[in-house]
């Protein structure tokens, strides 16, 4: 429910739902956003080795441009980008501009299905985690991707109200890498226990340690390896 | 969308909906051990009577960390992992990471090669089916069909081990193509096989089809309707018994899909029995799949020129493909190196288990089992 | 004490009847024996012929052809650990299945193998039996509640309520049926006049008042009869929680129902008690509606020649039994290793073939040089024989239903009890009755 | 068929009765009231069936023994138990209670004083073995087919009312 409204543009149809103020991570993120978002031409090539491998350079990303796209560069302006990847297009917009940008995808667009929603981490940068979701259309036989970064503890708004499928698949990503989703009905870990700690997903999340953790508990000894 | 979200939401154990003459509600927990639930699905129910007022499904118990796994694997290592998610449909598994992996590459496999994995991914479809259908009449009661499943895809499950070793765990399929030529008569069992299974896929619906109690067990259970599934990103069979004509090897053909000429069944109710001819139609569309793939096969290479050292460019995609339970995704994220940077899987079961709540509620005790049933869901693939 | 021992001998009442206490109890002894071991031989057939239906074998291990194996169970079952759930109620749990085995095997006191071969003829037998019979939900529901568990307790709300509505459409079928005693009369549609009082409750006098009017009551007034017993053997499956009913202990959603949290010699109780349950109704289908004791054909094919032709049956069923167990041992593997189970096989076909021997020899004995012991016995065997023989249908009917039918949902059997068995075996006590009046 | 040892069967019976009846009173656990109930319930067919009342002894067994008793089990079951064992198990209207049955055993032996008379030299004619129900059937349908015919009203109001209850809507 979590619906954001403080959008560059403020968003078309407003579909009598409440507006609430559950704007927490707001002031410092807002003002980091959109420079993060400008620079953001190959985002996947950030993490670990910036610059090109050696070897002959693969396909790379270009611009992709269609009638949606161009509506909604023109309406969002540089808070959203559109990239095209071996076929596959994704948009990369503003965390700002997540739920009603989502919401505009499915009522004006047709993307009616969410097939999944992930994340991915990539902890040498300043916004650690990419937050993906990934769209199809029945009705216009279409597959995008809808990218987004945050920053560590800052939470994204929940796409529950807009896809149901997005309660579990939410779940998820929060169990795996600790992503909160701001508005989510009932967010706890849904595939590990209740008091596990750490997120598995995280990349500086060391695999042994819980474990290690354990045998040292139960077994008394240093490591189970 | 107000009833919607509420409907998945979870059970709200403090405000019980308020029975005329006061009653108790009962907290059941269906599992983790429990003959009904697949595996070790923990389904919490919240009765009234026998009425289901809500559930919460609790998962996990299977959980190995895959996704992690292939973080710390290469990307040829990591192959043989997907079997273990979907183990019954494992053929499956294997094609959609190895044409996933293919398509970051930008290689594409040799016809000869797609027309092996279109033949084996249909084999496991009817296999996968086969399996589901068995469970499922066992859990209404009827437990003949189980051993006449079982029989029968005993002869699919011969024919993977002679094509690759394996019976269940195949890894039947290698980035680039195909690892093994197919062996002599593979062609001749493929067709035995045809002319074997058709009649008895009749069999299994003389036995339930028109059966009254079979009718009043499954018709108008578990209704899931067209929007709804939707929403609930809910795919495969039990999608299109919904109404939504939708088939990933029709609506973005994998593979060479589009060569072949089928149908997709769809249902009109969304109900359980819905659901359960859609599979039984399937089953016989695949078979027509087989039988013009393995009448086309042509000669050639198996194996398209895939480095050894697979190391595809930094990108990421993503890539899908019509399992026998829905669609099955892979969204790889590559760094450059020679293991993914991150493997997220998009499994059906685990999607599609999320209606089961929308489905059962309100019905009884007994639906509950009718519905995780029809839902055909692999606890190995939910919980990875 | 051998004096009412011989006193008997030659008497063509139950020893209930002729008030000797001796022969009661050993008839009574004699019907607990092939009671149970009949509901060893219903254990091992149900297994095997559920296997055959599902393309399998069924076991194989314990003695030829898993002979032995309803023998292996029980000794496994009696060796297994006890175990009472720590939170139980615990004596309402160990009561519980002694209730249900007692109720099943009360009912056999009444039930009329012969006209001379019962425990005792009461006059209200169909009474008595229905009335015990009852009593075994109570078994179920104590065992549900004392077990203090959920599933347990699901199981037996519903097996009482099952059980309870069942009940109602039940005994207006069997009412009709006994209707059809008091309508004097041969043939399927004779009445003669109506007279007060002259039906009866008996078992004995049901299956006599069949001999009487020269038609099994599955065939007096055709087609009510034949509803009324239909829907008696629908609603006798339900009763004893047989598959397609069998909601009670749906494996697939109570786990196992009101007996979860039973193991062992208990659990095994439960069992014998359901078996013999399975049992005693169907004895009660076949003296309502098929004649009881009384072979086929008795006036159709009627004289001497056509007695002694029938007498002949189960000698020759017996002969046929051994015949198949030699075809066993003639086609068991020849290897050492299965040199004990063909040996078993051959000397268990030996033992089928001289009990057939034996009971020709008789039947032919009181042929040859008729003599009063002779004949009587050849009487009683065709009797229990035939009355065995039609039971022995119904068993196979439990297991083919069961191999063949999915199960019905709780509300499903509630509404088939209530809104389609109920109002059909009312209007047929109705209609036949009508008839009755009608044509009397 | 001449019955055997009467007096030992009455007092057993009739002893295991009053037992029963004393266990549903005091038991605190409502299953086992029940219970108990249901052994009086036996006992008194079992009287019955001295009486040569075969009938009324089955039926006796088949409706409260098998039918009524279960449908207790069934409510009994759905209570918490917790709940009702930590209730006081006697309000506070029992001297009210004692006061009535006391008065219902004086009502008794008055009428056993003043017509012991009429019982005394006349036993009870045994019935005619065989016809004992079609006796009791050409009672209800006969002599008592009024009364009969109003205790079924009776009991199809009371059906009615109960589904009425138990329904929110019809």
């Not at chain 1, 700690?197 to 390896?225: A, M, T």
């Not at chain 3, 006098?205 to 055709?222: M, P, Y």
């Given at each position: ?225 | ?220 259970v578990g209704v899931i309707s067209g929007p709804d599934a939707i929403a609930l990103g809910v795919t495969g069979p039990v ?146 | ?340 189970q063909t040996i078993g096989l051959a000397a268990f076909g030996a033992v089928l073939a001289l009990i057939g021997v034996f ?82 | ?38 052994v009086t319930l036996l006992a008194v067919a079992g009287l019955y069936l001295m009486l040569y009342a075969p009938f009324v ?114």
């Open positions: 429910m979590a619906e954001e409204t403080k959008s560059p543009v403020p968003p078309p149809p407003p579909d009598g739902e409440k507006k609430p103020v559950t704007e927490s991570v707001a002031p410092p993120a807002q003002a980091a956003a959109p420079p993060a978002a400008q620079k953001m031409p190959t985002p996947a090539a950030a993490p670990p080795k910036p610059a090109a491998p050696a070897k002959p350079a693969g396909p790379v990303p270009v611009p992709w441009s269609s009638p949606m796209v161009e509506k909604y560069r023109h309406q969002y302006g540089s808070g959203l980008e559109a990239h095209s990847y071996l076929g596959q297009n994704y948009f990369t917009v503003d965390r700002l501009l997540i739920p009603d940008f989502l919401k505009l995808l499915r009522d004006d667009e047709q993307f009616d299905y969410c097939v999944d929603i992930t994340s991915v981490h990539y902890p040498k940068r300043e916004k650690q985690f990419d937050v993906i979701w990934i769209l199809y259309s029945f009705a216009r036989n279409e597959r995008i991707r809808v990218k987004t970064q945050i920053a560590d503890g800052e939470g994204v708004p929940s796409a529950v109200s807009i896809w149901a499928t997005a309660n579990w698949l939410e779940r998820e990503v929060y169990d795996m890498f600790g992503i909160k989703f701001d508005g989510h009905p009932d967010l706890k870990r849904i595939l590990l226990p209740d008091g596990w700690k750490g997120f598995p997903l995280r990349k500086d999340y060391g695999i042994l340690q819980q474990d290690q953790e354990w045998v040292k508990i139960n077994l008394g000894i240093e490591s189970g390896q | 969308m107000n009833d919607r979200e509420n409907a998945v939401s979870n059970l709200d154990l403090e405000t019980p909906e308020k029975p005329y003459l006061d009653s108790n509600e009962l907290i059941i927990n269906m599992g983790p051990q429990h003959p009904a639930t697949h595996g070790v699905l923990r389904v919490i129910l919240k009765l009234d009577g026998e009425k289901v007022l809500g559930t919460e499904c609790v998962i996990g118990y299977l959980h190995r960390g895959v996704e992690k796994i292939a973080e710390n694997r290469t990307y040829t290592m990591f192959n043989p992992y997907v079997d273990r998610m979907d183990y019954v449909a494992a053929v499956s598994n294997g094609l959609g990471y190895c044409q996933a992996v293919e398509k970051l590459l930008n290689v594409e496999a040799p016809p000869r090669a797609n027309y092996i994995r279109v033949i084996l991914t249909e084999l496991n479809r009817i296999a996968s089916h086969q399996l589901w259908l068995g469970t499922h009449a066992l859990d209404i009661g009827a437990m003949t069909p189980l051993f006449y499943t079982f029989r029968d895809r005993e002869e699919i499950l011969k024919i993977f081990e002679k094509y690759c070793g394996a019976r269940l765990t195949t890894h039947a399929f290698r980035i680039g193509g195909c690892q093994y030529e197919t062996y002599a008569g593979f062609e001749k069992d493929v067709k035995n096989f045809l002319t074997f299974v058709a009649p008895k896929i009749g069999e299994y619906e003389e036995l339930l089809t028109t059966n009254r109690i079979w009718l009043e067990r499954t018709k108008n999608l299109r018994a919904s109404g939504v004509k939708w088939d990933i090897r029709k609506a973005q053909p994998y593979a060479n899909y589009s060569q072949f000429d089928f149908e997709i069944p769809t249902g009109k109710n969304g109900d359980t029995y819905d659901r359960y001819l859609v599979r039984m139609e399937e089953m016989r569309q695949s078979l027509r799949i087989i039988e013009q793939a393995v009448n086309g096969i042509p000669e050639g290479p198996i194996m398209a020129k895939v480095p050894k050292v697979i190391k595809p460019a930094v990108g990421e995609i993503y890539h899908s493909i019509e399992a026998p339970k829905g669609e099955l995704g892979y969204f790889i994220v590559s760094d450059g190196s020679t293991q993914p940077y991150r493997v997220r899987v998009r499994p059906p079961s685990f999607v599609n288990l999320q209606a089961l709540d929308v489905m059962v509620r309100g019905m009884l005790v007994a639906d509950v089992v009718a519905v995780i049933g029809t839902l055909d869901i692999v606890l190995g693939e939910v919980d990875r | 004490m051998l004096d009412s021992f011989m006193s008997y001998l030659g008497s063509t009442v139950t020893p209930g009847e002729a008030n000797n206490q001796l022969w009661a109890m050993i008839y009574v002894l004699i019907i607990f024996a092939g009671v149970s071991v009949a509901v060893m031989a219903m254990n091992w057939l149900e297994r095997k012929a559920l296997a055959h239906f599902q393309v399998r074998l069924g076991p194989m291990r314990v003695g030829p052809h898993g002979l032995l194996q309803p023998i292996a169970d029980a000794v496994k079952l009696l060796i297994k650990e006890d175990i009472i759930p720590a939170e139980s109620d615990k004596f309402v749990f160990w009561i519980a299945p002694l209730i249900g085995l007692l109720a099943s095997f009360t009912v056999y006191t009444v039930v009329p193998f012969g006209p001379s071969q019962a425990v005792s003829d009461m006059n209200i037998g169909i009474l008595f039996m229905l009335g015990v019979s009852s009593l075994a939900v109570l078994g179920v529901v104590m065992a549900g509640w004392a077990s203090n568990s959920h599933y347990p307790l699901i199981g037996a709300l519903r097996s009482s309520a099952q059980m309870v509505s069942y009940e109602v459409a039940m005994g207006l079928a069997v009412v009709s049926a006994i209707l059809m005693t008091s309508l004097h009369g041969a043939g399927l549609y004779g009445v003669a006049k109506l007279s007060d009082g002259t039906g009866t409750l008996s078992m004995i006098g049901i299956v006599q008042a069949q001999q009487e009017q020269q038609v099994w009551f599955l065939f007096k007034f055709f087609p009510l009869g034949l509803i009324a017993f239909v829907i008696f053997a629908i609603a006798m499956i339900a009763e004893t929680n047989r598959a397609p009913f069998d909601l009670p202990e749906a494996e697939s959603e109570l786990t196992a129902g009101f007996h979860t949290e039973y193991s062992g010699l208990r659990w095994s109780l439960f069992m014998l008690a359901e078996y013999a349950a399975m049992i005693a109704v169907s004895s009660i289908a076949v003296t309502l509606w098929l004649g009881g004791w009384v072979r086929p054909f008795p006036h159709w094919l009627s004289g001497p020649t056509w007695d002694f032709i029938f007498a002949l049956f189960p000698g020759l069923t017996f002969l046929g039994l051994g015949a198949i167990a030699f075809l066993g041992t003639v086609r068991m593997p020849k290897h050492a290793y299965f040199r004990v009971l020709l020899a008789i039947v032919i004995g009181a042929k040859v040089s008729p003599h009063d012991i002779l004949n009587r016995t050849t009487e009683g065997l065709s009797n229990v024989f035939w009355f065995v023989f039609k039971v022995a249908v119904f068993m196979y009917l439990y297991i083919w239903y069961r191999a063949t039918w999915p199960r019905y949902r709780f509300d499903q059997l509630m509404r088939v009890g209530w809104k389609v068995m109920l109002p059909i075996s009312l209007g047929v006590l109705i209609v036949t009755a009508i008839v009755g009046v009608l044509l009397g | 068929m001449t019955p055997v040892a009467t007096p030992f069967f009455f007092y057993m019976l009739s002893g295991l009765a009053v037992a029963g009846g004393l266990l549903v009173v005091t038991r605190r656990n409502a299953v086992h009231s029940a219970l108990s109930l249901i002894a089955g039926v006796q067994i088949i409706v409260y023994a098998g039918g009524i008793m279960v449908l207790f089990l069934f409510v009994i079951m759905l209570v918490s138990l917790e709940r009702t064992i930590k209730e006081r198990q006697f309000n506070r209207m029992w001297p009210v209670g004692l006061a009535a049955s006391c008065a219902l055993l004086a009502l008794f032996l008055a009428v056993f004083e003043k017509g012991k008379k009429l019982f005394e030299d006349r036993p009870l004619p045994p019935l005619t073995e065989n016809n004992n129900t079609q006796q009791i059937g050409l009672m209800l349908y006969g002599n008592y087919m009024f009364a009969f015919e109003i205790a079924s009203l009776l009991l199809l109001v009371a059906i009615l009312g109960a589904v009425i209850m138990a329904k929110k809507r019809i």
